[in-house]
C-alpha cells in the first residue's frame, strides 16, 4: 500500500510539474510567404518579429517570466487555402494567444475570415497594404503597423509627376493588392494630369506574360509600371520586357523591393528602376532599432522588418497590459499601449514597459517605424519612401510627404 501511495504521489507531482511547464510559455504565431511571391522578402521580415521576441524574453520574459514563444507558418503569399490551413493550426493547435502577420494582403484576409476571427485572434500585420484589409468585418481583431496603399499609390504617382514622367503603360497582379494599389496610383496619376495609356491585370505564377507585354509596348510608352511581386510574376515581366528592349523606365513598388529581384533581372536592366514602399521616419524609435538589428546580423532596411519588429512588440505589449494570455480583451489592450497619452516607450523598453504596467501607469509605444495610433480600422498614418536601383542593389533616395 505505500509503494502506490507514494507512485500515485510522485505521479501527480509530475503532472503538476508538466502543467506549469505547458503553462510557462505563450504563443504568438507568424504568418508569412516563405515561399511564393515573396519568399526572398520574406526572412527579414521573421528575423525583425523575432528580434522583439528575443529582447522580451532577455528582459526577464511575459507575464511574471513566461517565455515568449513564435512559431511560424507559411501562407505560400498567394493561396488562400494555405494561409487558411496555417492560420487554422495557430489558433486550433498551436492556441496562438495572436499572430503577427500575414504579409500578402489576400493571406491576411483568408486567415482572418476563415480562422482568427472565428477563433477571437488578435491579428497584427507589418505588410498587407491593400484598402481591402479596412474593410473587412473583423470584430476588431485585424490591425496593421504599416499605412494602406491608398496612400503609397497616390505618393508614388506624385514622384512620377514630379520627375517629369507623365504617361506610363501599368501592369498589375490580378488580386487585392495589385487591383487596390493600381487603382490609388491611377486615379492620382491622372488628376495630377498623367496618362496611364494602356492598364492591364495579371494572373500570378505565369511562365510567360509576352501578350500582355505586346499590348503594353504597342502603346509606344516609355515607362512600365509593375505592381506584383518580387519572386514571382513581377520578375518575369521585367525579365520579359527587358528582353523586348522597348522599355526604358521600370517602376514598381513595394512588393518589388528586393534585391533578388535585381540579380535575377539583372543590373543593368533595371539601374534607376524607381519604387516606393513603407519606410521609417528619422526619430528615436528607428535608430534603437537599427542598432538592435544590425547587432543580430539583420538588415534594418530590409522592406517591413521594422514593421514586423513594431506587430510583434506591440502585440506582446497588448498581451502584458492585458494581464493574461487569453484572447478576449486584447484589441482594447492593444490600442492602449499604442495610443497617448501615456509615458513613452520605445524599441527594446521591455523592462521599463512591463514595470510602468504593474505600476498601473499608461504607456505609449513609439515604434521602430514610428506611431502606431490605430484608426477605427487599425489602420496607422505612416511615410512612404524613394527607393532606387543604383550599383545593383535597391537604396534609400528619400522620404516622401503628401503636401
Known amino acids: 500500500m505505500m509503494n502506490k501511495r507514494i507512485i500515485a504521489t510522485a505521479v501527480a507531482v509530475s503532472s503538476l510539474a508538466l502543467a506549469g ?9 507568424f504568418l508569412g510567404g516563405f515561399t511564393g511571391g515573396i519568399e526572398s522578402l520574406t526572412p527579414p521580415i521573421f528575423d525583425g518579429a523575432q528580434l522583439a ?21 507559411d501562407t505560400t503569399c498567394s493561396d488562400a487555402s494555405a494561409a487558411s490551413n496555417s ?35 488578435l491579428m497584427v500585420s507589418p505588410a498587407s497594404t491593400a484598402p481591402a484589409v479596412s474593410e473587412l468585418d473583423d470584430n476588431d481583431l485585424v490591425f496593421r503597423t504599416v499605412p494602406s496603399d491608398a496612400f503609397q499609390g497616390e505618393m508614388l504617382a506624385k514622384l512620377l509627376i514630379e520627375k517629369g514622367i507623365e504617361d506610363v503603360a501599368v501592369t498589375f497582379v490580378n488580386n487585392d493588392y495589385g487591383q487596390g494599389l493600381s487603382d490609388a496610383f491611377t486615379s492620382t496619376f491622372e488628376a495630377e494630369g498623367g496618362s496611364v495609356v494602356e492598364s492591364l491585370a495579371h494572373e500570378d505564377n505565369r511562365a510567360d506574360y509576352r501578350s500582355e507585354l505586346g499590348i503594353l509596348s504597342s502603346t509606344g510608352v516609355q515607362t512600365l509600371v509593375v505592381l506584383a511581386y518580387a519572386d514571382t510574376s513581377g520578375q518575369t515581366v521585367l525579365r520579359q520586357a527587358a528582353e523586348s528592349g522597348v522599355f526604358t523606365q521600370y517602376v514598381g513598388a513595394d512588393g518589388m523591393v528586393g534585391n533578388s529581384l535585381v540579380e535575377a533581372v539583372g543590373a543593368n536592366v533595371l539601374e534607376g528602376m524607381i519604387a516606393t514602399r513603407p519606410g521609417s521616419p528619422d526619430l528615436p524609435g528607428t535608430d534603437i532599432f537599427i542598432e538592435a ?100 542593389e535597391f537604396k534609400r533616395v528619400g522620404e516622401l510627404a503628401d503636401e
Open 293 to 392: 538589428a544590425e547587432a543580430e546580423d539583420i538588415d534594418p532596411e530590409a522592406v517591413f522588418a521594422a514593421q514586423a519588429y513594431d506587430a510583434a512588440f506591440l502585440v506582446a505589449l497588448a498581451i502584458e497590459q492585458n494581464g493574461n494570455a487569453e484572447r478576449e480583451g486584447l484589441s482594447d489592450a492593444l490600442r492602449s499601449v499604442a495610443t497617448a497619452p501615456g509615458e513613452t516607450i520605445l524599441p527594446g523598453e521591455w523592462e521599463k514597459a512591463v514595470e510602468l504596467i504593474a505600476q498601473g501607469e499608461d504607456i505609449n509605444y513609439e515604434g521602430a517605424s514610428g506611431s502606431h495610433e490605430f484608426n477605427e480600422s487599425g489602420d496607422v498614418p505612416g511615410i512612404v519612401v524613394e527607393m532606387t536601383v543604383e550599383d545593383g
Open 53 to 73: 521576441v528575443k529582447q522580451i524574453n532577455e528582459q526577464g520574459g511575459i507575464l511574471d517570466g513566461q517565455t515568449l514563444e513564435m512559431p511560424s507558418g
Open 87 to 121: 492560420a487554422d493550426r495557430m489558433v486550433n493547435s498551436e492556441d496562438v494567444t495572436a499572430i503577427v502577420g500575414a504579409l500578402c494582403t489576400g493571406a491576411t484576409i483568408a486567415a482572418a475570415n476563415n480562422a482568427a476571427i472565428p477563433g477571437g485572434v
Open 21 to 29: 511547464a505547458a503553462q510557462a510559455q505563450v504563443k504568438v504565431g
